[in-house]
């Protein structure tokens, strides 16, 4: 049973320190959604990637958010630094262009002290 | 630009009885349509989807949505809700014609009481 996996599920963490949170997508998707989902905003699209490449990063801040595929296995999306207003459950989701659906992982629940 | 409302925040109903969450989008031309549920401390799963052709689509779990263009509506229904169908349920559209970002609704976050 094929699906996406994100590590870690729970970071907590203090203001100002490095997070990295990780996504494995399904394999042979070409397509990774990063979002952040929060009680007062709901479910945002930060950025999303087709081939690794990055196609739209608008809805994420530009200067401590950034978001990389290494390598198809593998979506990175750091925050440095961290601040309070960061935490939110963020969500990877993969998909392709054949099924045009997207599959999201379990999340990780991140909390800034 | 898209987008789509959902009207109620939360909706509650007793298990066995039917149920209707609401769904409107805008967009210029016929959109695809989704439905996703999110069970507490979970990521989102696919309920259904509307490409084109019938306009009242299938899904799991017993669901079902129907598209009505001159209502720009996607409604999702379900006759007889179970206990386990308590969760969060979100509407989504996407342009046609490529894969592009789907845009999500603010969900409606549905109890149900025995």
Redesign the interface.
Known sequence: DAR?TQTPRHKVTEMGQEVTMRCQPILGHN?V?WYRQTMMQ??E?LA?F?NRAPL?DSGMPKDRFSAEMPDATLATLKIQPSEPRDSAVY?C?S???DI????????TRLTVT | AQSVTQPDIHITVSEGASLELRCNYSYGATPYLFWYVQSPGQGLQLLLKYFSGDTLVQGIKGFEAEFKRSQSSFNLRKPSVHWSDAAEYFCAVAPQGGYQKVTFGTGTKLQVIP
């Open positions: 996406v397509t959604f709901g479910l699209l999303y087709r739209d969500f989701a998909g392709s262009r045009y659906e997207q599959y999201f992982g379990p999340g």
